[in-house]
Every structure is written in C-alpha cells, then in structure tokens.
C-alpha cells in the first residue's frame, strides 16, 4: 500500500539514527506537551487550588519563621531562603498524584489505545512525565510572582530564569514518572493516592526545602543526599537566589532520575493495560 506523496516516511525509533531518534523523541513529548496545555486551558480553576497550598507555607510559614529567626539560613533572609523550597515543593505535590490520572486513562481505555501504537512505552512515559511538568511549570510562576510580592529577592537573568524552567520541568518529570511506576505496581487510584501521601511529606521534609541539610539528624542527613528533591532545590537557590552550589551535579542527578524513572514506569506500564 503506498503512502501519499509527500507523506514523510514512518521510521521506528528503534532503526533510526541517534539524531532522528532524539528528534522522534522530542516529538513524542512536545506532542503530549501540547495536550496537557489545551487541558489546562479549559480547566483554570485547578491551576487555582494547587497554588493555594505553596502560597500558604510562604506567607504563614515563611513569613513567622523569617520573625523569630530559630532557622539559620546564612546570610539570606529566611524568607528568601525558603521560596526557592517552596517552588520544588509545589512541583513535588502537582506531579506526585500524576499516577492517578494515568490509572483513570487506563479506565476509559485511553491508555490501551495508546500502548498499541507504534510509540514505544518510553517515548509515551517521557511525554506524559514532562506533560506533568507543564502543570508544575504554570504553578511555579504563581509561586514566584506571590514570593516577589512578599518581598523576595531573585535574580531574575534570563538565564537564570531558563534554567528554573529547565530544572523545575526535570524535577516534576521524575515525580511523575515515580508516580506512574507505582500506578503500575498497585493499579488502583485509592492506592495510588494513598502511597502518594505516605511519601510526599518525608520526600518534602528529607530535603532541604525549609532548612540546610546540615542540621539534620545524621541519618536524615543520609537520606536527604540521595533524595532528588534535594538537588532540584539547590539548584533552584543557585538560580534565583546565588548561592553557591554544584549546578553540573544537580541537574545531573535530576537527568538521571528522570531515566531512572521513565526505565522503571516503561517497565511497569503493561500490567496497567492487561
């Protein structure tokens, strides 16, 4: 059967190139990107209530802890010290739950659809992932215009603003693929939203979103350097705020996780579509 003239060719992933590969890709994921926009745009009021939640630990808790000054935050001001935290934690909190959106796709047989095109399970857990992220990516600006508001001091570079998209998009990525892999695992939403809250709060207070790791318990401190929510905040204070940091070895744990994760809910995904 031939295709239309000027129809471009179908290659599989698999037999192209590195190049074409990546370009296939990013596709995949600019396709899936776009979706999740269109969601949004014609459901603003979700956008609304999530921010409700970062909003409210700036002004209450932020702001009362920046008065009685008991956490040392060096030479920032408290406040300013916590916003980039709260930035990280409101990507945490949209893409956690990201799991239960793919197990209801599953129920309306949206999800088996798309498991039986030619797009590879990856290609479909990397678009939904970094899907989730443009939920995270809307609510981070809210974020950063209520803490500019409140006072916040950031350098707001062009650069530095790119590398907040970057860094907040990989952090939201992973949640959301570690929330996928779970749905894969339990293949229910009440499960889902259950495990999601079990993990949220020691994700979120195992970092140092709210105080420098170093004033942890030892053993915290042992889990706080391998928790990704800790680099994206380090990197995140790095851009907004300058203080010091690795940024090379922060975002590359991030790349990392987002693999790790994307391998582990590719793995995981047909059980959800048996």
């Not at 190049?19 to 745009?41: D, Y």
Request: proline share 6%; net charge positive; aromatic share 10%.
């Amino acid at each position: 059967m031939l295709s239309a003239p000027d129809a471009p060719p179908i290659v599989s992933a698999d037999r192209a190139g590195p190049v074409a590969t990546t370009r296939w890709f990013a596709s995949r994921i600019w396709t899936f990107c776009v979706l999740e926009f269109q969601k949004l745009s014609h459901d603003r009021t979700e956008l609304l209530t999530r921010a409700i939640q970062p909003v409210l630990w700036l002004l209450i808790f932020g702001m009362t802890f920046s008065q009685f000054r008991v956490i040392p935050s060096g030479s920032v001001p408290y406040l300013d010290f916590i916003a980039p935290g709260i930035l990280a934690q409101s990507t945490l909190f949209v893409s956690v739950f990201y799991g239960i959106q793919v197990i209801w796709e599953r129920d309306a047989g949206i999800l088996a659809k798309l498991m039986v095109t030619p797009t590879p399970r990856s290609a479909v857990v990397a678009g939904k992932s970094f899907a989730a992220s443009i939920r995270a990516f809307v609510q981070a600006v809210v974020v950063v215009a209520v803490a500019l508001l409140l006072g916040v001091t950031f350098q707001l570079a062009p650069w530095r603003l790119l590398g907040v998209v970057v860094v907040v998009m990989l952090g939201a990525a992973f949640f959301a693929a570690l929330s996928m892999a779970l749905a894969g695992l339990v293949l229910k939403r009440e499960r889902i939203m259950g495990i999601g809250q079990a993990i949220t709060m020691p994700l979120f207070f195992g970092s140092n979103a709210l105080y420098p790791i170093e004033f942890m318990p030892v053993w915290v401190q042992w889990l706080g350097r391998i928790n990704p929510l800790t680099y994206e905040v380090n990197a995140l204070r790095f851009l907004l705020l300058g203080t010091p940091t690795n940024l090379v070895l922060d975002i590359g744990v991030l790349v990392v996780a987002v693999i790790v994760g994307v391998t582990c809910a590719s793995l995981v995904m047909p059980r959800l579509v048996r």
